[in-house]
């Protein structure tokens, strides 16, 4: 008398546990995996910061030796202000922006700095989005070295 209406409510039991396995698979794939890949949100004056900062290839830049190459070779920006970084090939020869492989800074938004080929008078941007110390150099010439500082700017939270 009582197994049918038990073994009725195993059976819906059964069922209540299927569904809600597959809405929580539903939730993990729809919600919760791009929510957790997606960008950070950040101050928009980081995304948008009022100035740029260049920094300068000089001409001579591909010769070791040369007087200088990224010029100014150690740059401080600050965030929400001046973090959008303009390098300026005005050499002859293409040229890398390639974050040093011993440096810890990786950025969650703008990811992995590493130009492709900066030709002669040709630029590469860069977003910096986090605080830290950036050492990179040009792949293709291991002398040419350059340093960002990336500091809290005054109007970020
Ligand atoms: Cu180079």
């Known amino acids: 008398m009582s ?3 038990s073994s009725h409510a195993y059976g819906i039991g059964l069922i209540a546990v299927i569904i809600g396995a597959a ?6 794939q729809l919600y919760f ?13 980081i995304i948008n910061p009022g100035q740029t900062t260049n920094i300068a290839i ?6 070791e030796g040369n007087p200088q190459y990224f010029v ?3 740059q401080p920006i600050q965030l929400g202000v001046s973090n959008l970084v303009v390098w300026q090939n005005n050499d002859n020869a293409a040229h890398f922006v390639t974050i040093d492989p ?5 950025d969650r938004y703008s990811g ?18 986090q605080e830290g110390t950036v050492k990179y150099y040009c792949k293709v010439h291991a002398w040419m070295k350059g340093e960002v500082d990336i500091e809290r700017g005054a109007t970020t939270s």
């Open 58 to 63: 000089v001409s001579g830049s591909s010769i």
């Open 102 to 106: 011993k440096s810890d800074y990786k």
């Open 112 to 129: 992995d700095l590493d130009s492709p080929p900066i030709m002669p008078g040709k630029t590469f941007n860069f977003l910096f989005t």
């Open 33 to 45: 995996i791009p929510e957790y890949n997606a960008k950070p949100h950040l101050d928009p004056k």
């Open 23 to 28: 809405v929580g698979i539903s939730y993990y």
């Open 3 to 5: 197994l049918p209406s």
């Open 72 to 74: 100014p070779a150690k």
